[in-house]
């Protein structure tokens, strides 16, 4: 698929992820999540798991991120960590494949080889990374789009409470492909500010639709004020 057929403008992504200990996961809620994002004006869709790619890729028509988030022992990765989960990504008909592109655990060399498996399959791939020479690499082996999705998740990527706009920043003066802000980005401002720092695309999911999640901000928010 052509990428400029995926994302005719710069915009919005949701991200509709609910995990097994969550209220909202199984059933139709994600994809009722994400056809409430997209009547809102939501250019696509990140979303975890097969029965929720499908679900979604029925409910709405524009592009779907796929991931599988699967914990492996001894193992820090777990966003689409091997090529059994590409595979299910792919077969559940997502748009695009999200996959770890760090420098853990020998995992650049085996994320070149998903990428490479993913374009045969005929999908662009999301390389979600932590550092600039992360995106660096991700570039360099075929990923279509560059996350900023895992700063502040591996142990050498700065811990901040803001959304990296940094990094954002020079990648987006480095690479050829476009790259997505993601992760902890709380307001429509912080939103617009990614993509004031370069990012053709943001993925906005716990601020909207993470209710517990929301919820505990605003109930720490006045504990602050009554206690």
């Not at 059933?27 to 056809?35: P, S, T």
């Not at 699967?70 to 997502?94: H, M, N, Y």
């Amino acid at each position: 698929m052509v990428l400029s057929e995926l994302f005719q403008s710069r915009g919005l992504i949701v991200s509709c992820q609910a995990l097994e200990d969550e209220p909202l996961h199984g059933g139709d809620a994600m994809a009722k999540m994400a056809k409430a994002a997209v009547m809102a004006g939501a250019i696509g869709i990140r979303t975890n798991g097969v029965h929720d790619i499908r679900s979604i890729k029925q409910a709405v028509s524009v592009p779907v991120i796929g991931l599988i988030k699967r914990v492996i022992p001894d193992s820090d990765v777990f966003i689409t960590p091997t090529l059994d989960e590409v595979k299910e990504i792919v077969e559940a008909g997502a748009d695009i494949v999200a996959l770890d592109v760090t420098d853990r655990e020998g995992r650049l060399e085996h994320a070149a080889e998903l990428i490479a498996y993913a374009h045969r399959a005929g999908r662009p791939v999301m390389a979600d990374v932590s550092t600039y020479e992360e995106g660096l690499a991700a570039e360099r082996f075929g990923a279509d789009f560059i996350g900023t999705t895992l700063s502040g998740y591996t142990a050498y990527s700065p811990r901040l409470e803001s959304p990296d706009f940094e990094l954002v920043r020079q990648l987006s003066a480095r690479v050829n492909v476009p790259v997505i802000a993601e992760g902890r980005i709380w307001t429509p401002e912080a939103a617009a500010q990614a993509l004031e720092a370069g990012a053709a695309y943001v993925v906005v999911g716990s601020a909207i639709t993470r209710p517990q999640l929301i919820t505990a901000r605003y109930v720490q928010a006045l504990r602050r004020v009554t206690e």
